[in-house]
């Protein structure tokens, strides 16, 4: 497997006093993609096969940065197929006005991991947080994400929308972040450090029956994916506006 370094880090700085060298901490925005798919064998295009596929992003933490969009990038040969798939609404799933998780129709369910962030980056006190995500299919082109603070009341959705990718990737799965978590008070910010999921799913009957993830081959032995995470200025704009990263996944034909 091909793991891909932060992107957009620079070279680590150092300053010496006294003949000690003190090394800066990067703040550049940047993060790192691991990607695991499993079975490692591939389907193919007229017999695909069902996989799960696990998403594990870290935000350089350093740079203190507000992610306003995630992008997810999926290989030509994994699909993702909602087709037949029961949903959970939107309505369902307000945190306002919705009955909430419990409430989801059985099979909706794709998998659940967790996210954290920091309010107030960079001041004197920040404050960490903790959420469980779920992500639920909410129609033929959108998963909708139960995002659940850890031991507090914070329970946002998030809209993930599927669309082409273009180029060496197939589909991608874009994720706007609401502004108000992204600015949480006036001028109280918060950044963006992890997210960590593991999803699979499967729906209809007989020869009719499908994962949610379809393996429909394997070109050169691999699966590539790649992230994009874009920024907010938060107050200030940060030093790059978007960064990127990759992983290759082994694959079997």
Excluded at 29 to 48: I, M, R, W, Y
Excluded at 86 to 111: F, H, Q, R, V, Y
Excluded at 157 to 167: D, E, S, T, Y
Aim: glycine share 12%; charged share 20%.
């Amino acid at each position: 497997m091909r793991k891909s370094p932060i992107v957009a880090l620079g070279l680590t700085a150092a300053l010496g006093f006294g003949g000690v060298a003190i090394a800066q901490e990067d703040t550049s925005p940047g993060h790192t993609l691991q990607v695991t798919v499993s079975p490692a064998k591939a389907g193919k295009k007229k017999k695909p096969k069902n996989v799960k596929v696990g998403l594990d992003i870290q935000n350089n933490k350093a740079s203190g940065t507000t992610a306003k969009q995630i992008v997810v990038k999926f290989p030509k040969t994994i699909k993702m197929n909602p087709k037949n798939f029961k949903t959970c609404s939107e309505a369902t799933l307000d945190p306002s006005t919705g009955e909430g998780p419990d409430a989801c129709p059985k099979g909706s369910k794709l998998g659940s991991g967790t996210a954290g962030a920091v309010v107030n980056p960079g001041s004197a006190t920040p404050a960490p947080l903790n959420f469980k995500n779920t992500f639920f299919v909410g129609g033929k082109k959108q998963l909708n994400i139960y995002l659940e603070q850890t031991n507090g009341d914070v329970r946002k959705l998030l809209i993930g929308k599927i669309g082409k990718a273009g180029g060496k990737y197939g589909q991608q799965l874009t994720i706007d972040i609401p502004e108000d978590l992204q600015q949480p008070a006036p001028q109280v910010y918060s950044a963006l450090t992890d997210i960590k999921t593991s999803l699979k799913g499967t729906a209809g009957k007989g020869k009719k029956k499908h994962g949610f993830f379809e393996s429909r081959g394997c070109t050169g032995g691999l699966y590539d994916f790649q992230t994009q995470i874009s920024y907010a200025p938060n107050p200030n704009p940060p030093a790059a506006d978007k960064s990127e990263a990759n992983d290759s996944v082994d694959c079997k034909k």
